[in-house]
């Protein structure tokens, strides 16, 4: 739980949550005070998707011995076959040397099937 208003010493904070970080505004009197709220193990799975999913890293696959580097590939067709998959990626990085992919969660996308059969995209995290 958050402190009370230094000013004020009210506890009614509004919160907001912007990149990881919370502002919070004291409802009373209009201080504000903003903190990290991220926890530590977020952090870190955070920067390691970071590290790891960009345009030009290296391969790094070390059972390929590879030195390629990534590049985005996207395909937006929309194909009977990609549809009758459960999900499918926006964009994917992908490997111009040894051709590994790699996927982020964040680039993909459910299919999600209603009761009279009509499949709607829905993103995997927002
Ligand atoms: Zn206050
Ligand atoms: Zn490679």
């Given at each position: 739980?958050?402190?009370p208003c230094e000013k004020c010493l009210k506890n009614s904070?509004?919160?907001?949550?912007?990149?990881?970080?919370?502002?919070?505004?004291?409802?009373?009197?209009?201080?504000?005070?903003?903190?990290?709220?991220?926890d530590k193990a977020e952090n870190k799975?955070?920067?390691?998707k970071k590290?790891?999913?960009q345009e030009g890293d290296k391969c790094?696959?070390?059972?390929?011995?590879?030195?390629g580097t990534l590049h985005w590939k996207e395909d937006n067709e929309i194909t009977a076959k990609r549809?009758?998959?459960?999900?499918?990626?926006?964009?994917?990085?992908?490997?111009?040397?040894?051709g590994a992919t790699f996927f982020d969660n964040k680039y993909k996308i459910l299919h999600e099937t209603d009761s009279n059969g009509s499949i709607r995209f829905r993103k995997a995290i927002n």
């Open positions: 739980m958050m402190r904070w509004a919160f907001k949550v912007n990149d990881g970080v919370v502002h919070a505004t004291c409802d009373n009197c209009g201080n504000s005070v903003e903190f990290k709220a991220r799975k955070e920067i390691r590290r790891f999913f790094g696959r070390r059972d390929r011995d590879c030195s549809l009758e998959k459960s999900y499918h990626y926006e964009k994917w990085l992908k490997c111009n040397k040894c």
